[in-house]
């Protein structure tokens, strides 16, 4: 490059180091960090579910590093037109569950009913009524149910920080 060569900026593009999933991952993947950066016990119940269920569950969203969270919020808020129709769908790094890996995005939709309808006996409690793919821990939803759904994101206190 020259003096009168403009510089040039490369973007990375994130991949499985930052929790970008590879197409058919299930929760069995140890391999990949999305699933294997997930907290133990929210991993332990996904595995526990998977396997009675019969089921493949697919992690298609999981651990992330906070780089790749600011990525796909800035995508949400290209692709929605503004910050506050974006956080309906994606959370800030500061924010997300998935950064520190206790959330999961499930699929496909088998995987998803067989936990709406069974998951609350694992822990695993689906969040919002806009995200059924969506799911956290909540281990005392095994004696008492999973508490109300947030209709989204911006209806949950903590991610109001």
Same mark, same amino acid.
């Given at each position: 490059m020259t003096d009168r060569e403009p510089a040039r900026t490369t973007t990375r593009v994130p991949g499985e180091a930052d929790g970008a999933v590879p197409d058919g991952t299930t929760v069995f993947d140890d391999g990949v960090p999305a699933v294997?950066?997930?907290?133990?016990?929210?991993?332990?119940?996904?595995?526990?579910? +998977?396997?009675?269920?019969?089921?493949?569950?697919?992690?298609?969203?999981?651990?992330?590093?906070?780089?790749?969270?600011?990525?796909?919020?800035?995508?949400?808020?290209?692709?929605?037109?503004?910050?506050?129709?974006?956080?309906?769908?994606?959370?800030?790094?500061?924010?997300?569950?998935?950064?520190?890996?206790? +959330?999961?995005?499930?699929?496909?939709?088998?995987?998803?009913?067989?936990?709406?309808?069974?998951?609350? +006996?694992?822990?695993?409690?689906?969040?919002?009524r806009n995200e059924p793919w969506h799911y956290e821990l909540r281990p005392e939803a095994v004696e008492h149910g999973c508490p109300p759904r947030y209709p989204d994101p911006t209806h949950d206190p903590r991610m109001r920080r």
């Open positions: 294997a950066n997930l907290d133990p016990a929210l991993l332990a119940a996904l595995r526990r579910a +998977a396997t009675d269920a019969g089921v493949e569950f697919r992690v298609n969203g999981g651990w992330r590093s906070p780089d790749y969270q600011r990525r796909l919020r800035r995508s949400a808020v290209s692709r929605h037109g503004s910050e506050e129709e974006a956080a309906r769908w994606v959370a800030t790094p500061e924010t997300s569950p998935h950064v520190s890996g206790n +959330a999961v995005d499930v699929g496909p939709a088998e995987a998803q009913a067989w936990l709406s309808e069974h998951g609350a +006996a694992y822990g695993l409690c689906q969040i919002y």
